[in-house]
């Protein structure tokens, strides 16, 4: 018998006999009743800060005053344009001296602020982590209320990665003392747009 | 050769000893979390239907655990991920090191993992010539010094803001005066981002893997796991066979209950889901055993393999608070490492389930029910039958210790005593000719009802959980 069929056989000889049956999972009564306030609150306890530029012009406006001094912006979004091209980039090291990463996020979740972000979005996995501070755009309109309608929205079968994103990276490792930027990004920025 | 017993109540006391900053700040900054995690959970009207439902999806989970665990391999594999099989740690970390040596792979960045942690995979690849870093901040200051994590989710609790400076200024030659939390993290930033950059594979572990979809899940606060996984080519995760999910709504209920009840926050900042290799990358599962399907058989103490590994229990623990997390001498520490770490060896073990006050708060904040402190009272009926003699240092414990050997006394005892909750931690507090316990401090935090209510009401709601449909 080889290792896999080894534990197969000692977990069915194990089992519990009393065998649980699947719990019903109940529809609880929503909390939430204006998605975008609550959004924007919660994007603010997670660290992240938001902006409502009117159109796309004002958004790119918005990004060259809010990172002036930025010397690579790489931007995954045909809605806003940057210096460094992420169709081009072959491997994620490329990506290793970005300064801003944009990219447009599926939706968000009022309850916690998350926003998700899958490879399409990403185009290069790496953008959302190796960036020094990102700039997530984002319908709002495209707000669910909480996890449980966040997670028939996501459809794991058509990404290979996907990632709720709340706020910047953050720890407390030291001294219990909250700290952003740990590794991934020290800044997020959500422009509702 | 049988490995030397722990002194959990000796290390606690050398803890509690060796000045006056670092004890009371552990157990302030737990305390914090505790405190935290119970506003999070107020703030949901449903939290408390939430646990039951968790809970019970594990159990059926878990009572069905061969067919879902096929059910994730056939995924994972259709998504493209390679999957290996690990009866325990010798052959999860041969596999680890298969993969790396097949690729001329000399260094992995590594996000935390507390069944690599199990499996001393760390310290098996380093002695292959592979350099190891972890990435997590807690985790990289516990490797510099050479010591494990002393918490599952704060690894470095235990110590202060100048020990770290102290590490770091040796390590990476930081100031060792200067003990700002952001300066200490932006030198390990600078640090950390050039090993990312050099790694040939990032490993992680998982918090969840889901059946339906062959994905697993992995949560951070730091994105450390993410750049593990998209930045070197290769990423290779080990999961233990009790981390599975069906469903992929069952997240919804699962991700709502882990950070709640971790750090009180509402989510980690990250939560990422793997389900295939990434465009151009390879994803390698290293699904493991490693004395799960023993304990699964286990009656008295199966119900353990439900547990999320969000450390409430220890949080909330009055004597882990106090002890630290490395007195236990164990991969798992506090409550549930006194139910965990015996199921790995027993001898070695045999003094955890005393170090405990039974007061029963790591039951009533565990987000999957775990009966946390009913396990512990029945694993001192096993040693107390296998006969390990007590190591003299539970004298703090011993007259609590003789009462809960034998369960049946200890209504009577409660009721003589105005509660046998009380009567342990005066023990262990208030007497200092005994022990250290008792200096400068109040009573710590318990439970509003005594042991026995709790008990009592315990199995009531047991049997009304099973007997919802
Ligand atoms: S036993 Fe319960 S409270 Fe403790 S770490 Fe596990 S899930 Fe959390």
Same mark, same amino acid.
């Given at each position: 018998?080889? *290792? ?32 975008? *306030? ?156 | ?102 690729? !001329?792979?000399?260094?992995?960045? !590594? ?95 998982? +918090? ?12 951070? +606060? ?248």
């Amino acid at each position: 018998m080889n *290792p896999r069929e080894q534990i197969f056989d000692a977990v069915r000889n194990h089992l519990p006999a009393e065998k649980i049956d699947y719990p019903q999972i109940p529809v609880f009564q929503k909390t939430i009743t204006e998605l975008l *306030p609550a959004f924007e609150e919660r994007l603010l306890d997670a660290g992240a800060t938001f902006f409502l530029p009117k159109d796309l012009r004002e958004a790119q406006f918005l990004l060259e005053q809010q990172f002036g001094e930025a010397s690579v912006i790489c931007s995954a979004t045909p809605d806003i344009k940057g210096n460094r091209d992420i169709r081009q980039v072959k491997n994620p090291h490329e990506l290793a001296d970005v300064d801003v990463g944009v990219i447009r996020a599926r939706f968000g979740v009022a309850e916690n602020g998350m926003v998700w972000l899958t490879e399409e979005d990403l185009v290069v996995n790496a953008l959302g982590f190796l960036s020094q501070h990102l700039v997530i755009l984002l319908k709002p309109t495209e707000l669910v209320a909480d996890m449980y309608d966040a997670y028939v929205k996501v459809s794991l079968e058509d990404t290979a990665y996907g990632c709720f994103m709340m706020g910047p990276s953050a720890t407390a490792d030291i001294g219990a003392v909250l700290v952003h930027g740990a590794q991934g990004a020290r800044s997020l920025s959500v422009y509702l747009v | 050769m049988a490995a030397k017993r722990v002194d959990p109540a000796a290390n606690a006391a050398a803890f509690i000893d060796q000045d006056d900053i670092h004890e009371p700040a552990h157990d302030r900054n737990l305390w914090a979390a505790r405190m935290k995690r119970d506003a999070a959970a107020k703030a949901i009207p449903e939290w408390e239907d939430l646990r039951t439902i968790a809970s019970l999806i594990k159990e059926h989970t878990l009572t069905h655990l061969d067919k879902y665990l096929e059910q994730f391999e056939a995924n994972a594999i259709k998504r493209g991920a390679k999957v290996y099989w690990a009866r325990d740690a010798a052959e999860h970390n041969q596999h680890v090191w298969n993969i790396l040596n097949e690729r !001329k792979i000399s260094s992995i960045i !590594k996000s935390k993992s507390m069944l690599q942690e199990e499996c001393g995979m760390t310290q098996f690849l380093e002695t292959r010539g592979i350099t190891v870093t972890e990435s997590d901040l807690g985790e990289r200051i516990q490797q510099l010094d050479n010591q494990p994590p002393s918490h599952i989710v704060m690894p470095a609790i235990h110590k202060t803001a100048a020990d770290i400076a102290q590490i770091f200024s040796k390590a990476i030659g930081t100031d060792p005066n200067n003990t700002d939390p952001h300066y200490l993290n932006e030198a390990m930033r600078q640090d950390a981002r050039k090993r990312f950059l050099e790694a040939g594979a990032g490993m992680t572990g998982a +918090n969840f893997a889901i059946a339906e979809t062959g994905t697993f899940v992995v949560c951070t +606060n730091e994105g450390n796991a993410d750049i593990g996984a998209a930045v070197p080519r290769v990423h290779i995760a080990s999961i233990g066979i009790e981390k599975i999910l069906p469903k992929v709504e069952d997240l919804g209920v699962f991700i709502r209950l882990l950070s709640r009840s971790a750090l009180g926050t509402l989510a980690t900042q990250y939560t990422s889901h793997f389900s295939g290799p990434r465009k151009g990358g390879e994803l390698h599962i290293i699904i493991t055993d490693n004395g799960r399907s023993k304990r699964l058989g286990m009656d008295d103490f199966w119900h353990s393999l439900k547990c999320i590994r969000c450390g409430a229990c220890m949080n909330t623990c009055p004597v882990y608070r106090r002890s630290g997390g490395l007195s236990y001498g164990a991969t798992y520490s506090g409550p549930i490492g006194i139910i965990l770490d015996p199921t790995f060896d027993e001898s070695k073990y045999s003094e955890l389930p005393y170090h405990s006050t039974l007061c029963g708060s790591c039951t009533e904040v565990c987000p999957v029910k775990i009966d946390i402190s009913d396990q512990i009272l029945r694993w001192r009926k096993v040693m107390a039958e296998k006969k390990f003699l007590p190591i003299s240092r539970r004298l703090a414990f011993s007259a609590a210790g003789k009462i809960f050997e034998r369960p049946n006394l200890f209504h009577g005892a409660e009721t003589a005593a105005s509660a046998a909750l009380k009567i342990t931690p005066h023990f262990l507090l208030y007497n200092r000719a005994l022990n250290p316990w008792g200096r400068h401090r109040e009573l710590p935090h318990f439970a509003k009802q005594t042991f026995r209510e709790w008990f009592i009401q315990n199995k009531q709601q047991n049997q009304e959980d099973k007997q919802q449909p």
